[in-house]
């Protein structure tokens, strides 16, 4: 579901459904994601910066400060708990 990209503040989730229709969205601050209620809770993680939804992922840019090791698990919770998925 998380992979690396080759941007080190950056990582890449995929999911086994669309999180777009028609298009990508793209979101650089919390204001910004406001209408949309999973980028929203996105940018309640601690060092998201920005985020990128296309298809069936989510590109996620982090605050160079905090480490992946950290993000990331945060990051798929929130992913799953959005959409009610089971571990």
Known sequence: ???PTPNPNAYKFTLDRAVTE???????SPEQAA???????LF?????R?????NNFI?????PAR??????P??????????DVSP
Do not use: Y
């Open 59 to 63: 590109t996620v840019t982090r605050d």
């Open 74 to 83: 945060a990051v798929v919770e929130v992913i799953r708990d959005h959409f």
């Open 1 to 3: 579901m998380a992979e």
């Open 22 to 28: 028609g298009g990508s969205r793209s979101f650089v």
């Open 35 to 41: 209408a949309d209620p999973l980028a929203s809770r």
């Open 67 to 72: 480490p992946w090791e950290e993000l990331v």
């Open 44 to 48: 309640t993680v601690d060092g998201v």
């Open 50 to 54: 920005s985020l990128f939804f296309l």
